[in-house]
């Protein structure tokens, strides 16, 4: 059995893009899950993932609209999405976030000094 460090770059990029649709499926399944908690969990939302296809396609040399981007992640244009599946954040979830970017922001901080 190969390691993922063994397999061809073409079957790498091939899994890596069959996980990234799984992601995506996993997201569009889970619609309750809020943008904000994947930010205060994982320091990474589906505006994100859209942000990250648009630098990547960049580093590629191609364009891709952010719009076009966000699109493809949610399933829907954002506008719909933000319409019918994002609800307001709460104080708690606002005080937690920003309690993430705090440490974030703290450890960068240390890890500059050392």
Known sequence: M?????????TRTELEAAAFRRLLKHLDDNKDVQ???LMILADFCRNCLSKWLVTAA???????DLEAAREY????????WK????????????????????RKQANARNEREE
């Open 35 to 37: 943008n904000i908690d």
């Open 2 to 10: 190969a390691t993922f460090d063994e397999l061809d770059a073409t």
């Open 58 to 64: 960049d580093q590629h040399g191609t364009e891709l």
């Open 73 to 80: 992640v949610y399933g829907m244009p954002y506008s719909e």
């Open 83 to 102: 319409a019918h599946h994002q609800g307001e954040a709460t104080p708690e979830q606002l005080a937690a976030l920003e309690a993430r970017q705090a």
